[in-house]
């Protein structure tokens, strides 16, 4: 870029001459004129130079030779460009030619070498001096340096670009406005909001642009609140270039010099058309679910995510009796039967921290000051997003399944009540029956302890026959053993205990124990079992019980005249045991069908009502059938079926 020295020289050396020949002035005068002056310019405390007419360098003062090293020598012609940085000579050269060719005024700026090396900037300016018929006959300049305003500016520079990036960028749509409210610059949100570009915007009133008819008086009110140093701050209504309407939010504020004057003002456009249609929705669904919850039939409730109830539908108002003022808050907790309030509390809250599903039972006071069961379930509520938002729940009054449960409940203790009786009146019998049947072993038993005693007493003792009357009596005493075991084994226990049984053996027994009582009552009892049936699996106490309930019953429809009952036990078609318990007595009354199996019908004064009842359940909980049917002649049969015992349930198994 420079020119080698020596050119320099040489031009210099030309155009010094040229120029020297048009005056009359000979070199040594004007060097004796001129050296005041450079002595002057030496004294200046900057740097400065002066060049011939033809832009050659003809002087620099000490301080800039100082600054950069050089020496007045180098200077001359174009040496002066070597003080520069390469990049920057040819527009300094281009300007310097440019200000020579018209005689104006020459600035230019550029980075000078300084004597270490080190580049700084610098403002270059020259003017020409003229001689008195306007020739110029020199020029002089400065190098002033400007490095500081130079980084300052770049400074400037990137901070202004930032902003106009941030305005720009900015995902709202701005405007700046002069105090009269036109527009004065608009970025590319507004842009893409309003579809006005922003040559079609510049300079045009804000209202007139995107003011809908109906907002012009409320934004021409906003116009006064700025210019009082306000600001404002709404929702309104815009209009886009396409006619279209458009919900913003505004803000807009105004922008002051340090002395209170107003210099433009920003006004900050957010679509909030999303927002609107997402509230408008919200809305809806919430009149929805409020008319939903109005008409369920239940009580609804709501809380807010501190946990206090901030809704009620109207079922529950209706219930209670009460505003949703009254019930709003703890308000309702009023209503709670004050036994209650501890536990609905420690319902409540574990679950509400926890944010768990609950449930649980109180009272609850009716508009009428009854109190109401009610069993509440509340689950947590979340927004769309994900957070927690309250809980949500419902009562229904349970009143009355809580009253069918306690009578379903104190009707189940009444049949157990009953079936104890139903045994012990059982027992009853079966005690008369033993005591006749027990009687006779031990009167035996006594007799024979006699004839001992009597045998053993004789002068000669007859030990034979005092060993065989002992033998006698322990067979006695072995029979009232027996007889006592059977009595046992009948309330031995009240819980099931299931073995492999013979149906017959137990029929066999119930005869025995109920002799006495049929013969009291002229009855014949008469049995046909079938040698061949098959074990079953049953509890043997519940079966004796069936039966003696069976036999009871027909004991008892045959109490008017002489009968005779008999029981039969065969294997049925499909496999299983049938056990039948006829009597010749006064039958089954019509229409009764089922009913007689009912608990509690009875047709007796002193009946329970239980027995049939009873040992249907027993029956069916071995997987058998219990009915009646009238006999073809007089009085009723009894069938009951047992499945025959698994090959794996019985002992050989
Ligand atoms: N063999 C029978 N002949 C005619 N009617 C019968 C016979 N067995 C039962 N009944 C009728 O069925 C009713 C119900 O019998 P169930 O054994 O359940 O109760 P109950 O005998 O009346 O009283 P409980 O057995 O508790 O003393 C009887 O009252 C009776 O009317
Ligand atoms: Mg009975």
Redesign the pocket.
Known sequence: MQHPRSIHKTSAGVGGQDQRSRFTESPKDRERRELPLRGVMDTIPGLVWSALPDGHGEFCNQRWLDYTGMSLNEIKGWGWASAYYSEDVPNLRARWQIALAGSTSFEAEARMRRADGCYRWFLIQAVPMRDSVGRIIRWYGTNTDIEELKLAQEELQKQTSRLDQLFEQSPEAVAVLSTEDRIVRVNKEFTRMFGYEPGEVLQRQINDLIVPEAEIETSQAYSRVLQHGGRVEVETVRRRKDGTEIDVSLLAISVRTASGEAVVNYAIYRDITGRKRAEERLRESEARFQEMADMAPVLIWMTGTDGLCNYFNKPWLEFRGRTLEQEVGTGWIEGVHPDDVQSCQDGFFPAYHARKPFSMEYRLRRADGEYRWVIESGIPRYSGGGEFAGYIGSNIDITELKQAEAERERLHQLETD?ARI?RV?MMGELAASLAHEIKQPIAAALMDAKSCLRWLRRDTPDVAGGCEAALRMINDATHAAEVIERVRSLYRRETSDREVLDVNEIIQEMIIVLREKAERNLISIRAALDPGLPPVTADRVQLQQVLM??M???F??MTDSKGELSVTSKCSEDGQLLVS?S?S?????NG?GDR??DAF????A??????????RKIVESHGGRLW?SANRGR??T?HFTLPAAVALSSPAA
């Open positions: 009953l139903n009146s309930n069976l009871l019953n027909a008892e429809a318990v009597d007595g006064i039958g089954l009354a009764e007689i199996f019908f009875t047709t007796k002193e009946g329970t009502g239980m027995g049939l009842s009873i040992s009646a009085g009723a009894f």
